[in-house]
């Protein structure tokens, strides 16, 4: 499970604010990579992709990017061009899994139910991407799950609309741990794409086009049916990060708040160190250490919390060793683990490994 609070990568607070004046919609680096990965697959030219993302050669090479959906609509629009492939979108969804969204996802693994999953999702659904947002609904004739774009052109979203449908498709029968199980039926507001309908393949039901709303349908029961993997404890856990990560992602943190998101990031790619996490934010080392100061922090210690908060969260998940935690927290091995662990709490990890 990973260990990144942030759910997704983050802008640092002037773009954010930049982002936010304009009304850009964004999405995280990690879910948009998803759909270059799948472009580049069908055969669209990677440079070609890149330039259109503008985000520089190696787009998803900053964690704390967000990257403006426009410009993945427009990359994925010319790799069908490009390719005649009309199919990228399911392409996409076919790889997505919970941990394609970090702590949204593991906090969808740790819900009671589909139902209560789904509310979690639409919550922090932002924090994946701001394409669309999805509600669910209950009634004698089965569960709804219903996708609601922020666009009008029903055609230029299409790709991330069947993605996300095949992915609730197959994480909804991963959580269930009921892999046979097909959809009721599916609705779409685009138009079919081609003669030839593969999503027909990935939902197992016939599909409507034209429809006047997005939706998908399965049995009634399954959504309030006991996930395997429930974890109330970890999903509370999960929740507060998830709160920190929004408030982060709507401009409603503080500096050190979005270097502690900006390390959570980095983190996942190895140990940050002060001038990475400030490379991020467009500073010097020294210019982020004298800001930090003036807000009565330092680099150390926000990088000390944030190795403090996950190995907790890592002990208590409790699918990883030692040594594993060790490696992910950006420690050359157990043994310095164990001694930073045993200074701040008073005891060693595995007293708190459940």
């Not at 979005?258 to 991020?280: C, F, M, T």
């Not at 982020?288 to 926000?302: A, G, V």
């Amino acid at each position: 499970m990973p260990y990144s609070a942030s759910c997704s990568a983050f802008s640092h607070g002037l773009e954010m604010e930049k982002s936010k004046e304009k009304q850009v919609l964004t999405m995280s680096a990690r879910y948009a990579s998803a759909f270059h990965e799948a472009s580049v697959r069908a055969g669209a030219d990677a440079k070609k992709l890149n330039q259109i993302l503008d985000m520089g050669d190696d787009p998803f090479g900053n964690p704390t990017h967000r990257i403006p959906c426009d410009n993945v609509l427009d990359m994925i629009a010319f790799a069908q061009d490009s390719t005649g492939n009309r199919s990228i979108g399911l392409m996409a969804g076919q790889d997505i899994r919970p941990s394609s969204f970090l702590d949204v996802g593991y906090a969808l693994i740790s819900a009671n139910s589909l139902r209560h999953a789904l509310g979690v999702n639409e919550k922090y659904q932002a924090l994946t991407q701001q394409v669309a947002t999805t509600h669910l609904d209950v009634d004698e004739d089965g569960a709804h799950v219903t996708w609601t774009p922020y666009y009008d052109d029903d055609e230029r979203v299409r790709p991330i609309t069947e993605a996300a449908y095949v992915g609730y498709v197959n994480i909804g029968r991963w959580l269930l741990w009921l892999y046979n199980e097909e959809a009721i039926s599916v609705s779409f507001r685009h138009q079919r794409p081609s003669d030839t309908d593969t999503c027909e393949t990935h939902f197992g039901c016939k599909i409507k086009y034209g429809a006047d709303t997005t939706s998908l349908s399965c049995k009634a029961h399954l959504a309030d049916a006991k996930l395997p993997q429930a974890n109330p404890e970890l999903l509370e856990q999960l929740e507060v990060r998830l709160e920190r990560a929004h408030a982060a992602l709507e401009g409603n943190a503080d500096f050190p708040e979005l270097v502690y998101q900006a390390i959570q990031e980095y983190l996942l790619k190895g140990a940050p160190n002060r001038d990475l996490i400030a490379r991020s934010f467009g500073m010097s080392g020294p210019t982020l250490q004298r800001r930090l100061q003036n807000e009565k922090t330092s680099f150390r210690n926000l990088l000390q919390t944030v190795r403090q908060d996950n190995a907790n969260f890592l002990l208590k998940e409790n699918t990883k060793s030692l040594a594993e935690i060790s490696l992910m927290l950006g420690y050359g091995d157990q043994t310095a683990f164990t001694r930073a662990y045993k200074s701040w709490f008073g005891y060693p990890p595995s007293f708190n490994k459940a």
